[in-house]
């Protein structure tokens, strides 16, 4: 069993340990814990955490195949849906009818039971909603995380830089937990060099992606995100590098029983774990320059578009640039 896996055993999934302990004491609402914690829930009302439940993407996926396991983490303490408040205060600072904080105070014990609770700032807290895998349905492969990001986390620099997922995505201990949602967020995940050269014909694109500030694959989280980096010549001429996780229905060595699996993954490595290049030609014999973005699909566009979400919910906008030289190929 791996590291991530018997922490997160151990711990019990977020919606498990939250749900309905809380006993009569205590009021669950954010409103509730606004009356001392404004600065932290109006925050949390900007965070897609408080948005988990009413997410549009969200929300097409899980009509369209609801479970319970689901409702576990984008909406683990509240039972009705009309009530439902997301990932909220509750979901991971109420155990047992008493609140965890990083410290207690007199203050706070006056307030409500509670209790130190220093595996909030832990990886494997978070790995909670962050890492699990395909919901038992036959179809996909039982070991196949549908979201690995603690896994990619362990992989990654950042973990034994010391660095934890609270240390970018709650800075200074804000309750915004920027991430896909915060334009800087994502400017600060990669590092992009792109580099164009005149070669007979046309231009040949060397792209190489890095992860920078980040603790885990670029893009992580949900199998449907895709990152693209788009590279164009003023005259319309283009070429694309996709970064995702490609699944397929494969058979097991006996070949009796198939399933679907990762068969490729194109992201960018966590950090320490490698880069990404590749080589993109573009067939354009006039361009002097080459500009180039990367952008994070939440859903492919296509499969976006069928369900009636537009770019505004399902695009991000992470990078972009102009190419560093055109320049003609050296004689041979």
């Known amino acids: 069993m791996s590291r991530a896996w018997g922490l997160l ?16 004491a205590l009021d669950l609402s954010p409103d509730a814990c606004a009356g001392c914690h404004a600065e932290a829930a109006d925050s949390w009302r900007t965070s897609m955490h408080a948005r988990a439940w009413d997410d549009p993407v969200f929300r097409r996926e899980y009509e369209g195949r609801p479970h319970e396991a689901c409702r576990d983490c984008h909406a683990p303490v509240t039972s009705a849906p009309g009530r439902a408040t997301g990932i909220d205060c509750a979901a991971c600072h109420v155990r047992g009818g008493e609140v965890l904080a990083g410290e207690v105070s007199a203050a706070g014990l006056r307030a409500h039971p509670m209790r130190a609770a220093p595996e909030l700032r ?4 978070c790995g909670q909603c962050h ?5 038992a349905d036959g179809v996909h492969a ?3 995380a549908l979201q690995n990001t603690l896994i990619e986390y362990y992989a990654s620099s950042a973990d034994a830089r010391g660095l934890s997922c609270v240390s970018c995505h709650m800075p200074a201990g804000s309750h915004a937990f ?3 949602h ?12 792109v580099a164009a050269r005149r070669v007979a014909g046309g231009i040949d694109v060397a792209v190489t992606l890095e992860g920078a500030d980040i603790g885990h694959s670029f893009p992580t989280g949900d199998v449907f995100r895709r990152a693209v980096l788009r590279v164009s010549t003023p005259n319309g001429v283009s070429a694309e590098l996709e970064m995702q996780r490609w699944l397929a229905r494969t058979a097991d060595e006996e070949g009796e029983a198939s399933h679907v699996r990762t068969v490729d993954d194109t992201r960018v490595p966590p950090p320490g774990q490698g880069v990404l290049r590749e080589t993109l030609h573009l067939q354009d014999a006039e361009a002097t320059e080459v500009v180039w973005e990367v952008v994070l699909h939440r859903l492919p566009p296509a499969r976006a578009a069928a369900a009636g979400l537009g770019p505004e919910v399902v695009t991000r906008f992470v990078a972009g640039g102009q190419a560093r030289w055109v320049v003609h190929a050296e004689p041979r």
Do not use: M, S, T, Y
């Open 9 to 24: 055993l151990a711990l019990g999934a977020c919606g498990e340990a939250a749900r309905g302990e809380a006993g009569p």
């Open 122 to 125: 832990a990886p494997e807290f």
């Open 131 to 135: 890492q699990f895998a395909f919901i």
């Open 142 to 144: 039982p070991d196949e």
């Open 178 to 180: 920027p991430g896909i």
């Open 182 to 193: 915060d334009p800087r967020q994502l400017a600060r995940a990669l590092k992009v060099d």
